[in-house]
């Protein structure tokens, strides 16, 4: 499995920023994938995830109506479009995943990091005026 993201950068708070990640090595139908950030001095906690089991994308309150996640299959890329970007969604950003075989690793109840099987190398965010 090879996860990568990219599309980070510096943004004034307001702004947006749209992040890619490309994913390979999986199958779609049993391979959920999950958007997580750190901010400096914090835990990695979980954004947004996409389930396999039936398509079901579900973020954390805090970015819900301002971070849409969303895929594009031919190019093997999942995104997460950040608009409205606060001081607070300041952080690096990973795209990570893992099966979903016999399990649920993403539902409206979060995703664990200790429950991902993958990561990819994260891209820092800086939102900042």
């Known amino acids: 499995v090879q996860l990568q993201a990219s599309g980070g950068g510096l943004v004034q708070p307001g702004g947006s920023l749209r992040l890619s990640c490309a994913a390979s090595?999986?199958?779609?139908?049993?391979?959920?994938i999950v958007w997580f950030r750190q901010a400096p001095g914090k835990e990695r906690e979980w954004v947004s995830c996409?389930?396999?089991?039936?398509?079901?994308?579900w973020y954390r309150d805090s970015v819900k109506g301002r971070f849409t996640m969303s895929g594009d299959n031919a190019k093997n890329t999942v995104y997460l479009q950040m608009n409205s970007l606060k001081l607070e969604d300041t952080g690096v950003y990973y795209c990570?995943?893992?099966?979903?075989?016999?399990?649920?690793?993403?539902?409206?109840?979060?995703?664990?990091?200790?429950?991902?099987?993958?990561w990819g190398k994260g891209t820092l965010v800086t939102v900042s005026s």
């Open positions: 990570a995943g893992g099966s979903e075989a016999g399990r649920w690793l993403c539902s409206g109840y979060g995703t664990y990091a200790s429950s991902v099987d993958d």
């Open positions: 996409r389930s396999s089991k039936d398509g079901s994308i």
């Open positions: 090595g999986f199958s779609k139908d049993s391979y959920a």
